[in-house]
């Protein structure tokens, strides 16, 4: 564990000092740590230069990174007790505590590890001391730990197997949460969802022995604020996602567990904002189910009546995460004013083919909405771009035998498809966007501040949009 207190004053016990520093050209001990995050250890002085690399190019991105770059080499060092001069930190020359706060989720989120199912017991505890006469760095530091707990919080639960974290362990998981956190928590299991004619999230889980689940949390916000509409976050959180009848590859598989890394985001935030006391009220909604096979699994050319009443045939049951969306979507609408709808979904192969990991799709009905959002994405670098949402793209799934098919059965346009088929569920008076995570949600190699696997992407996106709303 990595803990940080600010402090005045140094203590006197340390077994190092981190000092951050841009690059220099050439010459003295500086130059020797030149791109962003080299770290050299000077043992006579007990000093850990760590670079933020060129110093006309230093962003809040950089020096997130070279605290990553810092927080791993403590632990690989098993480092006990270190101390770091925040205030020489405005040699970044970014305005504000925009450096501090950077470095402390740098430190953060690149000291995360999910090491729970190791026989070995994970690295030393570290103290950090951030030595800085900045009295707003207490308050600041507070802030980030509640961000950065929660980003690790949705990794955590994202890393976990499918044969640990299912609907309804999950489910019971949130509920338990949810009470220490003063969140309200209310779960829809399989046979209410029926009654209520939530066609399309039951079928999905139908085939599971843990069947669907749809999770509601709600945070009421504070003062003036509490009274206004709610923000709806609602989450794709697919336990394990087989692909069904239309069954996935043996490479295409694995890694399916990520599959629930909307919903993990969902609760991170809502989770954040009680503990951030936001006064915004803000609604997640988790549409959790496991995409089986069995004797009782949903097939292709099922048709489904949805909570919207509309009737969907499935074409694919690998694309199962626009049916429990669906359904969630509808809930949202019929049970809460969304004054923004926004859902986050591990939703195509299709936006990790047109955008990589680098970037998230963004869809939206909503201009400012998508603007906004893809301002946040761009202050935090979980970095969105927007894809066209046109109701042309409908053709591909106009309906034959219902209203519409799950899946164009080609794989032109794929993202867009899938989400002009989410678009059918909203009603245009929403603002809404659709975040597709399936390139960013987790990663098969470390990244600068994440190991392999969940990332935690778009929770500080989504803190970062709904702390900026009145
Ligand atoms: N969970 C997948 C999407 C996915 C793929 C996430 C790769 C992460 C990495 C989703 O349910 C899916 O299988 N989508 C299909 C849809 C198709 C059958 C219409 C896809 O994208 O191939
Ligand atoms: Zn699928
Ligand atoms: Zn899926």
Redesign the pocket.
Known sequence: MLTLKVSAAAPQKQSVQLIFRPALETGNLEGAAKEVGDVRFFPSEQFVLVSLGASEKITAEIVRRAGAAAARWLKKNNIPDAGLDVDGLSAAGLPGLVAFEALVEGLLLGNYEFSQYKSQPASTDTRLTLVSNNPACKESLKKIEITCEAVNLARDWSHEPANVLNPLSLAERVKKLAAAEGLTCKILDDHELKALGAGAIVAVGQGSATPSRLIVLEYSGRGKAAHEKPVVLVGKS?TF?T?GY?I?SVD?IV??K??KCGGMDVIAVLVAAARLKLDIPIVGIIAAAE?MISALAYRPNDIIRTLSGKTVEV??T????RLVLCDALTYAQQNFQPRALIDLA?????V?VALGSERAGLFSNNDPLANDLFQCGENTFERLWRLPLDDDYFDLIKGVDADMR???GV?KA??I??SVFLKQFVSPEIPWAHLDI??T??SDKEEPYSPKGATGFGIRLLLNYLCGLK
Do not use: C, Q, W
């Open positions: 697919i996602d692909g239309s996935k295409g890694g399916m990520y599959d995409n074409i694919s690998d694309a199962e995460g591990t939703l195509t192969g299709g990790v799950n899946s164009a794989r794929h993202p498809v899938a399936a390139g949600a987790d």
